[in-house]
């Protein structure tokens, strides 16, 4: 009965390659998050979708596209794949736009 | 541009010892204040925000606007403790959370 789930847990690629990230939430919420934690452990927002409507896009690269079948889902697709992509990756999701955001346990992404 | 700052990367204390991790934003208008916390091998967790004004597990965290900061502290810490924290801040009505860089706490035993 996890929340907020991702897969894969782990994922190890070569540079160059398309790959995604899936996120999927039980809890009926309607906005959903992608954050970014790189090396150093720095969290940053990537996207936030409300309602399968892209509401933030935080200067992320056009090789990042999210994907929102439906509201419990929130996809990251990343085509060509650079060495400074290899981050965790984490998904969220909150009831509404301003309520308490739960996260996933991670994605660590390595781009070799 | 609203920012959050956390000066230590990583605190360490032995078990029993006070706690003050330190945030310090910078945003004009009125933030809502958050610490999330991550332990070693879970995933990013809230531990408080400003407008419930609770302890939580003995940690507590007040909003000074006029230093414009929210340091969290514990008087005790335990070796459960550990964990990394951070703070966040998220304008009022919005949903984006700016995080900041982060503090590694270490509770020696």
């Known amino acids: 009965d996890t929340a907020v789930s991702q897969t894969p847990k782990y994922l190890v690629t070569q540079m160059g390659n398309d790959k995604s990230i899936k996120c999927e939430q039980n809890?009926?919420?309607?906005?959903m998050y992608w954050y970014k934690q790189d090396s150093k452990k720095f969290l940053k927002i990537m996207f936030s979708y409300n309602n399968k409507e892209l509401i933030i896009n935080e200067t992320v690269p056009n090789r990042f596209s999210p994907k929102s079948p439906d509201k419990a889902h929130l996809n990251l697709h990343i085509n060509s794949l650079e060495l400074g992509d290899s981050a965790v990756y984490f998904c969220?999701?909150?009831?509404?736009?301003?309520?308490?955001?739960?996260f996933g346990p991670g994605t660590r992404l390595t781009v070799l | 541009a609203q920012r959050v700052t956390q000066p230590e990367k990583l605190l360490s204390v032995f078990k029993g010892a006070p706690v003050e991790l330190k945030c310090n934003y910078s945003y004009s208008g009125s933030p809502e204040l958050f610490w999330y916390v991550q332990y070693s091998r879970q995933r990013l967790q809230l531990l408080l925000r400003h407008i419930s004004r609770e302890s939580i597990k003995g940690f507590t965290a007040d909003l000074n606007k006029g230093e414009t900061s929210f340091h969290l502290k514990k008087p005790f810490a335990q070796e459960e403790d550990s964990a990394m924290y951070y703070c966040a801040l998220r304008r009022w009505n919005t949903d984006k959370l700016i995080f900041g860089t982060g503090t590694r706490l270490q509770v020696f035993p």
């Open positions: 809890l009926g919420h309607d906005t």
């Open positions: 969220a999701s909150s009831h509404s736009f301003a309520d308490e955001q739960f």
